[in-house]
């Protein structure tokens, strides 16, 4: 089999077995960009997530948010210092979700290693 039709099928597996496949590509997308730059100890403010992750228009991020916060994805709570602000946090969930994709992935590699 070449491997674009391995990819495929990886890729339509983790869309069959994991909620990333009930989600949008850009939602999608915007999720990882969160995962990937979320850092404990700094907070993301949703203008953050507009303004870097380049993933889609200011409308569509806030659509694409609002969806993530209904599957259980991402947390929003109000910044205390600023009000005005919301900071978004990856629920465990998400993390789970990006670490089964990540072995998924690892073990689709370690399976075609010659």
Do not use: Y
């Not at 228009?57 to 005005?84: M, W, Y």
């Not at 969930?93 to 290693?113: C, G, T, Y």
């Amino acid at each position: 089999m070449n491997p674009w039709l391995n990819l495929r099928t990886l890729l339509e597996a983790v869309a069959q077995t994991t909620e990333m496949g009930q989600l949008d590509e850009r939602s999608q997308r915007l999720l990882e960009w969160v995962v990937e730059h979320h850092n404990p100890s700094e907070p993301t403010f949703v203008q953050t997530i507009v303004t870097e992750s380049h993933v889609a228009s200011p409308a569509t991020v806030h659509k694409c948010l609002s969806i993530l916060e209904n599957h259980g994805l991402l947390h929003f709570q109000v910044d205390t210092i600023d009000t005005r602000r919301r900071i978004v946090t990856p629920t465990d969930k998400a993390m789970r979700l990006i670490k089964k994709l990540d072995e998924q992935v690892a073990s689709w590699a370690n399976a075609f290693k010659g």
